[in-house]
Nanobody, 126 residues
Framework: QVQLVESGGGMVQAGGSLRLSCAAS????????MAWFRQAPGKEREFVSA????????YYTDSVKGRFAISRDNAKNTVYLQMNSLQPEDTAVYYC???????????????????WGQGTQVTVSS
């Protein structure tokens, strides 16, 4: 069982930056692949980024490549999402997710992840 708590959301102007954190409970955090998804009003939840359990592999959706960076600190049971050059279209609730042995070709699939956080709101004004 893994419990996930996101933090770091807020309001920022276009071009600004935010860093999201996701703190996980449990002693086996390092065994889980982690991901960030987001959901804008009226839209489906979509994949943003993922990182393998060791941190050696990272994945991004095209719209955030070069602007967002995912990382993890297994000693602190925390995964991060550094978001730079934020745009109004990045406005959404951001969710942290954990999965066991997520298939590399399926990191974008919500069904790969068993545990989800409650989400943190990110609002980017123009």
């Amino acid at each position: 069982q893994v419990q996930l708590v996101e933090s770091g959301g807020g309001m920022v102007q276009a071009g600004g930056s935010l860093r999201l954190s996701c703190a996980a409970s449990g002693r086996t955090f390092s065994a889980y692949d982690m991901a960030w998804f987001r959901q804008a009003p009226g839209k489906e939840r979509e994949f943003v980024s993922a990182i393998s359990s060791s941190g050696g592999n990272t994945y991004y959706t095209d719209s955030v490549k070069g602007r967002f960076a995912i990382s993890r600190d297994n000693a602190k049971n925390t995964v991060y999402l550094q978001m730079n050059s934020l745009q109004p279209e990045d406005t959404a609730v951001y969710y942290c997710a954990a999965g066991n042995s997520v298939r590399p070709w399926a990191t974008w699939r919500r069904s790969e992840y068993s545990y989800w956080g409650q989400g943190t709101q990110v609002t980017v004004s123009s």
